[in-house]
């Protein structure tokens, strides 16, 4: 059954619409005595209306009363945020404190806790409150109280001030529940004045829909698909290419000049030779497309990225393991084909780096990140201050930030590869799901310039993640059937990627801001991006492959367009205003760029054809079967030694020169270089927060002589009789305080904590405040300070 949730006030302006009064009482499914209620008595509680089809209708009548000619107040606009399509209510309990997190979590706010198939959402008594200037960036989807199902972590129950996991069925009730969410929030709810069998009701509810496994067909995600047939959204093809059509793979060949070594083709369309692979691919232009379907893909070069120099980035999966020395007989003359192919001219040297053995394993990264978030999973205030004194130790002991520094070295030496010596690299691994997703898409952001444009950068996730085939549903364990799977590839390369975008800030057209909101939406189930292990199991699901003409495909959004999480206004935090776009060449110097690159293609060549004299070939390819039939090998060709030596001299005259921003990207990977992302990680602790400080303080100055310059520009044009640019409007949310936080935007709300900077476990050591007062002060020596 759907509910539609209507505050009198709403009603009573509802009531008295226009569009009302020519509607039937009825088909609102208003009763009337609920209404008469409402106008005469001043009923001040909300209304649930349960509906089982004409939640459409209803929709459809606020949102054309909720307009500015019509409504002046938010009243309607706030009944409609807290609706959506198809949405049904679970479950609901009254009378909920919700705690403010503080000392001992003793204040909070009563309200409602309601359980749809969507999230669970905490409806308070002064949620008005919050509508003010300052709060304009706000999710449309996600309110400030609500989770989403898909984005609950572990849920936790206190017996007797005693805090325990909850799972299955329980034999007691907690009287506190508390809610771990995966994008790190942590939510507190009283239920001792709640009746006994409304917390049996919400506990038991909540448990089940985010605990229990799931079915695909069963998520959120094809409930709104189905309602949101007959709406039309916004179409992010304009912007971002989404890599399903065979055009959309000639234009990036075209644009990276590839496709003078390499070709796209449909022999998989339909998905008649690979469920694993995309529809479309690109591969050396030689490979016969007969040879593709021979392992089910497996074996088979793929292209990622060509550099400017004609070296490309390729990645391969591995062929399956095979005891019977027929068959590996047979793989091993199959893959000689495929090394005489990406080995003949006018193909580079190949360098392979096998991912699977010589790299990170995905166990590695699951036991780093589930140490590093218990840093921030903080229960109340004293909690804080009591672990901040080691809390530098533990994050060391997580190894997170020592995850991300390998990745980062990883990609360097790859491009290391490609930019100074000239060779292709084909990056190896079992299914080349998850590990090669990472680090071509790493090599890409820090090599290509247009990979760090927004659209860039969400056609880069569109081509290597979506179409690459990453197991999103089972990394994010959206169904919830295996704990294993669940492995944050997609969080690493996000974290490794805010490292670049904090170090070299001038260099990326979109902000940290950004990188956050979009690893938020990966628990966002109306979104179809992140809800699908490979783009055949999303076209099957929708309907796309359907033989049946009769039945329409389910019509998903993407998470690319913006528009329906945020209003314009919140998404110019998105975009960097300090970032500046690459001059355009004139004609003439365009044809001079082409004829270097032709020049430095035929270095390449040359080499290519005295390299068999010295053995290179056969020796790399027997590496090269060696690592795809899974036997034991020994290290690589080039000697550990000369790899760092090579590494260091690349890496250290790189960082000697003045920066490009338009052109190659190198990170700091020293020690102290790898920090913490702190807007995504420290954004819900008020104690992290700095009023009036960090970046965004230096980067709202830097607006205010933005602003200062243009106002002086458009005297100027004044002055000239010239007609006015247009600007590029710079984000108003970071002029509108002079002391914001440092985790500004989504810190905006919290309060700054009055704790000491000493915690509470060091006053302890100093003793009791009588030996402290007893003590003399101690001389500093300045000196010549």
């Known amino acids: 059954m759907s509910v539609v949730v209507l ?60 307009t500015p000619a019509t409504v002046e107040s938010s009243e309607v606009l706030h009944c409609v945020a807290h609706l959506s399509f198809r949405e049904q209510l679970l479950c609901e309990a009254s009378t909920v404190l919700k705690y403010v997190q503080e000392d001992s979590c003793q204040r909070g706010i009563y309200g409602k806790l309601v359980c749809t198939d969507f999230k669970i959402a905490f409806l ?56 771990h969410c995966k994008d790190l929030r942590v939510f507190h709810f009283c239920l001792r004045y709640t009746k006994e069998e409304e917390v049996k009701r919400i506990v038991s509810g909540i448990i089940h829909h985010t605990q229990a496994p799931k079915l695909l067909k069963r998520l959120f995600l094809f409930s709104y698909a189905t309602a949101s047939q007959n709406n039309t959204a916004t179409d992010p093809r304009s912007h971002t290419v989404m890599f399903d059509t065979l055009k959309d793979w000639c234009w990036e060949l075209e644009r990276t000049k590839g496709n003078m070594k390499y070709k796209a083709v449909s022999v998989n369309e339909g998905y ?47 062929l399956p393991k095979e005891q019977d020395d027929g068959v590996l007989q047979i793989q091993k003359s199959f893959l000689d084909g495929i090394y005489k192919t990406i080995h ?117 996730i569109q081509k290597e993640w979506i179409m690459g085939g990453h197991c999103f549903l089972d990394r994010c364990n959206h169904l919830r059937q295996s704990d294993k799977e669940e492995v944050p590839v997609f969080l ?119 390299s068999p004299k010295r053995g290179f070939f056969r020796e790399e390819t027997d590496h090269l079967i060696k690592n795809l039939l899974g036997k034991r090998i020994s290290k690589l060709i080039n000697s550990s030694d000369e790899l760092q030596d090579n590494f260091r001299e690349f890496y250290d005259s790189w960082h000697s020169k003045p920066t490009d921003y338009h052109g190659l990207l190198l990170p700091h990977i020293e020690g102290p270089e790898i920090k913490v992302w702190a807007q995504r990680y420290l954004r819900w602790i008020p104690e992290a927060q700095i009023l009036g400080g960090g970046r965004v303080a230096t980067v709202s100055k830097l607006l205010e002589m933005m602003e200062e310059v243009q106002s002086l520009q458009e005297k100027i044009d004044k002055r000239h009789h010239s007609q006015e640019a247009p600007q590029a409007e ?33 006053w302890k050591a100093l003793g009791d405040e009588e030996d402290l007062a007893k003590r003399e002060d101690e001389s500093v020596d300045l000196g010549d300070v």
């Not at 001043?42 to 509906?51: A, I, N, Q, R, T």
């Not at 949620?127 to 609950?152: M, P, Y």
């Not at 001030?161 to 009287?175: A, S």
Request: net charge neutral.
């Open 272 to 318: 008649r030779v690979c469920e694993r692979l995309p529809a479309y691919f690109v591969v050396p232009t030689p490979l016969p497309e007969e040879d593709v379907p021979r392992f089910q893909g497996h074996g088979i070069p793929i292209w990622c990225w060509s550099c400017h120099n004609g070296c490309a980035l390729l990645k391969m999966s591995a």
């Open 492 to 610: 690493l390369f996000l974290d490794c990627v805010w490292q670049l975008v904090h170090q070299h800030p001038l260099a990326f057209e979109f902000t940290e801001t950004y990188l956050t909101v979009l690893s938020d939406s990966l628990y966002i189930p109306i979104f179809s991006t992140f809800f699908f292990n490979s783009p055949h199991q999303k076209d099957t699901n929708l309907g796309t492959e359907s033989q049946d003409t009769q039945s329409k495909p389910l019509n998903l959004l993407t998470v690319w367009d913006w528009s329906v999480q945020f209003e314009p206004k919140a998404q110019t935090l998105l975009k960097n205003p300090l970032y500046v776009e690459k001059p355009k060449l004139e004609k003439g110097q365009r044809k001079g760029m082409r004829f270097k690159h032709q020049r430095q293609l035929s270095l390449p060549l040359t080499q290519s054809k005295s």
């Open 7 to 66: 505050q009198p006030l709403c009603l009573r302006k509802l009531t008295e619409s226009p569009v009302a009064r020519e509607t039937p009482r009825s088909l609102l499914a208003i009763p009337d005595k609920k209404i008469e209620k409402c106008l005469c008595e001043g009923d001040s509680e909300p209304f649930w209306f349960h509906l089982s089809s004409l939640i459409p209708t209803l929709l459809h009548l606020l949102l054309s009363f909720a």
């Open 344 to 460: 003949r001219p006018p193909y580079e040297i190949v360098k392979t780096e096998d991912l699977s053995s010589n790299f990170l394993s995905l166990q590695d990264i699951q036991t780093a990140y589930s140490k590093f978030k218990q840093l921030f999973l903080i229960d109340n205030s004293t909690e804080f201050w009591d672990t901040d004194i080691k809390w530098f130790s533990l994050l060391e002991s997580s190894s997170w930030l020592d995850v991300i520094r390998r990745c980062l070295k990883k990609a360097i030496e790859i491009t290391e590869c490609l930019e100074a010596q000239n060779m292709n690299v084909l990056l190896l691994e079992e299914n080349a799901s998850d590990l090669c997703c990472l680090i071509s898409s790493l090599v890409q952001v820090m090599m290509d310039p247009h990979c760090r444009t927004r659209v860039g950068f969400q056609s880069l």
């Open 124 to 179: 308070g008594d002064d949620e008005s409150a919050l509508d003010n200037d300052e709060t304009q960036f706000k999710n449309k989807v996600i309110g400030e109280n609500d989770i989403t199902l898909h984005c609950v972590d572990q849920i936790y129950g206190v017996f007797d001030e005693k805090k325990k996991t909850l799972f299955g069925q329980l034999k007691k009730y907690p009287e506190k529940l508390i809610i």
């Open 730 to 762: 710079a984000p108003s949310l970071l002029r509108t305080s002079a002391r914001l936080s440092s985790l500004f935007p989504f810190a905006l709300l919290q309060r700054h904590s009055s704790k000491p900077v000493l915690p509470t476990s060091g």
